[in-house]
């Protein structure tokens, strides 16, 4: 089964700037969208960003958009969420998820997860 390791969290002050990274040891990495997700304490896991298996951005939502970029190097099996203007709502875990196709989207649509990695937006 193919895992994901994600990196790159940590503290950072509001207006701040996180690159968070996730790598993948499947053989089938570039045949699958990628999503990055969050959950914060007492809410919903949700999905905050999605991009096709050739690197096509199919998804942000709404509070991140113009914030955040999500990319891919399908060479290193990694995907990366670049996150800036933090705020102190962004606080939260963040996950990397494989999809189940070329295109997934949606949070039914991902199957494999890695572990987490927490990012806090001090005020």
């Known amino acids: 089964q193919a895992q994901l390791v994600e990196s790159g969290g940590g503290l950072v002050q509001a207006g701040g700037s996180l690159r968070l990274s996730c790598r993948s040891s499947?053989?089938?990495?570039?045949?699958?969208?990628m999503g990055w997700f969050r959950q914060a304490p007492g809410k919903e896991r949700e999905v905050v960003a999605a991009?096709?298996?050739?690197?096509?951005?199919?998804y942000y939502s709404d509070s991140v958009k113009g914030r955040f970029t999500i990319s891919r190097d399908n060479g290193e099996n990694t995907v990366y969420l670049q996150m800036n203007s933090l705020k102190p709502e962004d606080t939260a875990v963040y996950y990397c998820?494989?999809?189940?196709?070329?295109?997934?989207?949606?949070?039914?649509?991902?199957?494999?997860w890695g572990q987490g990695t927490q990012v806090t937006v001090s005020s």
């Open positions: 499947s053989s089938t990495f570039s045949s699958y969208a």
């Open positions: 991009i096709s298996w050739g690197g096509t951005p199919l």
């Open positions: 998820a494989a999809g189940k196709s070329g295109w997934s989207v949606g949070l039914t649509d991902f199957g494999y």
